[in-house]
């Protein structure tokens, strides 16, 4: 294959974004081992997530804007998955011997950097291989997601699992090393300048962040962008369950990370299925509705599994539901977002998601006495309130005053 083949410089792209966004997975997994191991109880481990997360979701808008704007843009991927490896390396060594202070400010270093690994860096993705069909792009870049969902925290449950010398220690140790892993990728990555790509003067940075008003003003980006934020803090209620979830139903808190994995091996066996098979008769958007319902539903059966064998088809059900839904919310914001404007929603909305994980791992942290059970029945209610407040503020065409229903791109 040529070395300036699409299908390679498409390759090496998902190779960046799938390590990089594995060890992204995995680090909330280990976080909450080290910790764990540690001292007995994730409430330390919920603060550190919490604190890089809120950085990362402040960051979302910065970041997008930033990387649409400097004529070199590679080099800020590579200072921020630089600045990520170090930040993991310094969680590895200072979980269980510094303060929680000092955990936090290495939690904001990785705040800073991460909203790059994720919608910053799908914002490369048209760039990097343009002659590739949008649909066939964006379809890989959404595999990555799953990928690294799948791998991210298997690996760093069977570090944990195998590690007997300083528990937890090698989980975050293998989080920094997928992190160094995607660095020495994306050296091999050819991401072309600004002036390659754009004709137009990058415009006054205020001006560039002016370009989010589309996320309101399209009624369709305004109701996904509502359910895949709000809902995605019953993802992190999800997410710190499952360590409790392994040590009550297994006795080894190794066994939760595991049963995540095993949903982002459902997720990604729901995107090869609806890349076979496309759902057409219902648009994009009406499908994040029906599907976070879905995903509500599920997370209330899983709060009642009597075993770790019974919670495997659950964990497996949630990833076929969820796998479609974030298709759609890609979908719909590709298909609203202007040129200008398209780095800073895809950045924007992943990180505004991030900010939203962290309130759904505080409350986990301060429902953690309560039991996993107590965090996944609260997980669902937060999902349920994400699709009742995504159509109270942007409701169905034909139902907001209109007397004409139409129907649009999203089948409404």
């Keep these: ?20 966004r594995m060890a992204g997975s995995g680090l909330p997994s280990a976080i909450l081992l080290g910790v764990l191991a540690a001292s007995g109880t994730v409430g330390q481990g919920s603060v550190i997530i919490a604190t890089y997360t809120t950085i990362a ?10 990387v649409d704007r400097i004529e070199r843009p590679k080099r800020a991927y590579v200072a921020a998955l630089a600045s990520l490896c170090v930040s993991a390396a310094l969680l590895a060594t200072g979980i269980g011997r510094w303060p929680t202070g000092v955990l936090m400010v290495v939690a904001v270093l990785a705040g800073l950097s991460f909203p790059f690994v994720l919608g910053a ?51 975050l140790e293998a989080v920094t090393a997928l992190f160094l892993v995607a660095l020495v990728a994306l050296l091999l990555v050819r991401v072309p300048p600004r002036s390659a790509t754009h004709v137009d003067l990058p415009q006054p940075f205020v001006r560039s962040l002016s370009a989010l008003s589309v996320m309101w003003t399209s009624l369709s980006l305004r109701r996904v962008t509502v359910i ?3 809902g995605y803090a019953a993802i992190g209620c999800y997410v710190v369950s499952m360590p409790l979830l392994g040590l009550d139903l297994a006795g080894d808190a190794g066994y939760g990370p595991l049963v995540l994995a095993l949903t982002a091996c ?16 219902y648009g994009p958007g ?3 509705v029906v599907l976070s319902c879905g995903m509500a ?56 998601k991030v900010g939203a994980f ?55």
């Excluded at 792009?137 to 791998?151: E, H, K, P, R």
């Excluded at 459902?266 to 008769?281: D, H, M, N, Q, W």
């Excluded at 996944?376 to 999902?383: D, E, K, N, P, T």
């Design 1 to 20: 294959m040529p070395a300036s083949s699409p299908g390679r410089r498409l390759a090496l792209y998902a190779a960046v974004a799938a390590l990089g």
């Design 57 to 66: 979701a402040i960051m979302g808008p910065v970041s997008g804007a930033y």
């Design 121 to 171: 860096w799908s914002a490369q993705l048209r760039r990097i291989a343009p002659e590739v069909e949008p649909a066939r792009a964006y379809s890989v870049d959404v595999g990555t997601y799953n990928i690294a969902d799948i791998a991210g925290p298997a690996i760093v449950g069977l570090a944990f699992i195998v590690d007997s010398a300083v528990p937890g220690a090698s989980s």
């Design 228 to 230: 895949s934020v709000v």
């Design 266 to 281: 459902g997720a990604l066996v729901g995107s090869i299925l609806l890349a076979r098979r496309p759902i057409r008769r």
């Design 286 to 288: 009406s499908l994040v």
């Design 297 to 352: 539903l599920l997370y209330a059966v899983m709060a009642v599994a009597p075993s770790l064998i019974a919670a495997v088809p659950i964990a497996l059900a949630i990833g076929l539901v969820e796998a479609p839904a974030l298709s759609g919310v890609m979908q719909v914001r590709d298909r609203e977002s202007t040129p200008s404007s398209r780095a800073m929603v895809f950045s924007t909305g992943s990180s505004m």
């Design 358 to 412: 962290a309130v759904g791992s505080l409350i986990a942290g301060a429902l953690a006495g309560e039991g996993w059970r107590v965090i996944l029945v609260v997980g669902a209610a937060i999902q349920v309130v994400a699709v009742v407040l995504a159509l109270v503020l942007a409701p169905p065409r034909g139902r907001s005053g209109s007397s004409v229903t139409t129907v649009g791109a999203d089948g409404e």
